[in-house]
């Protein structure tokens, strides 16, 4: 991955993650992208989710992703979401935000309703 594209994302917190969600709804300005695999999101999502693409298939699937919004990314821990942020950047989305701890932070700081696995 070329230097220049590293970092050109913001790291958000789960409770930041919560206001995006409480502060956008109606006037939606951002695009919720989980990039677990389908069995994990049959487990639990983060409501509000637009769209699941395992960070596998995300280079083939950009299309699906707008340009025109803010792009959260997240994944169970981060580690696969810091990957999908750095493909969004080197292909050019510039507001590309990326949920620290993953879902799991997500479940122990918001929603300890929802399942860990």
């Known amino acids: 991955m070329d230097e220049t594209h590293r970092r050109t994302w913001i790291n958000i917190s789960a409770f930041e993650l919560e206001e995006i969600l409480k502060d956008n709804l109606e006037n939606k300005n951002f695009f919720l992208l989980d ?13 509000n989710t637009d ?3 395992p960070v596998k ?6 299309n699906e992703i ?5 792009i959260i990314v997240y994944c169970k821990s981060g580690v696969r ?8 950047s080197a292909e050019g989305w510039k507001e590309i935000y990326h ?5 799991l932070e997500y ?6 309703d929802l399942p860990i696995y």
Do not use: F, H, Y
Request: hydrophobic share 35%; net charge positive; proline share 9%.
């Open 51 to 53: 769209l699941l693409i």
């Open 81 to 88: 979401s810091k990957t999908a942020c750095e493909i969004l």
């Open 99 to 103: 949920l620290k701890g993953g879902i």
């Open 66 to 70: 707008p340009k025109d919004k803010k």
């Open 57 to 62: 298939e995300l280079s083939n699937r950009l």
């Open 107 to 112: 479940i122990q700081n918001i929603d300890p």
């Open 35 to 47: 990039v677990r695999n389908p069995t994990e999101q049959e487990i639990c999502t983060i409501p």
